[in-house]
């Protein structure tokens, strides 16, 4: 990207002696700085929402287990503060968990059904999917960027529709991330949240 900017503003400066920046070159600068933060992001979303999950899963286990040490009724190690703590981090890595799962069950559950109904067959429709990124960057290389969008619209479309709809079920995730922590909270007669 950089190389193609500085052959841009090579190009430009021998033709125009005056080293002025086109608008043109703009242009082609912010649309592949555009794509390329789409097309990252695209990629990165079940990568950064799993290890979300498992951060947040390790930390409910390090909460569950101070739960299990401890008694929670009058008798507890811990004092009413220390509880109410523990059940607000509680409430927290455990909506985590559920916030998380959501989205990248989502992701993978939709992007199956994708595969499955957008292409001949299975493996075609696999190996587009997961190179689509790298396709679509190869073709802007060489063929400039209206090739790329026109070649791989469809995809794309899927793709962040996709996405669009695994943040929704990552936001849904959250609420009821909320709801079952509170239930499970009650059952141990803590009141707390």
Known sequence: MISFLKLSLTIQFIEDPQPQLNSQYLDDFFLILFSVLIIAAVMLIPVVIS????????????????????DCTENSIYSPEQLECNCKKYIKAYRGVCQYLTGI????????????????????????????????LETIYFE???????????????????????????????????????????RRNLEFA
């Open 105 to 136: 069950v989502a992701w993978n559950i939709l992007s199956f059904l994708y595969i499955l109904t957008g292409f001949t067959d299975f493996v075609t429709g696999l190996k587009t999917y997961f190179f689509l990124p790298f396709n679509s």
């Open 144 to 186: 400039g960027f209206t090739r790329a969008f026109d070649q791989y619209a469809v995809n794309w479309n899927y793709m962040l529709a996709i996405s669009l709809f695994s943040l929704l079920f990552l936001s849904l995730g959250k609420f009821v991330g909320v709801y079952f922590a509170k239930l499970k909270l009650k």
């Open 51 to 70: 290890f979300l999950m498992l951060d947040h899963l390790y930390k409910l286990k390090k909460i569950d287990d101070k739960f299990d040490k401890a």
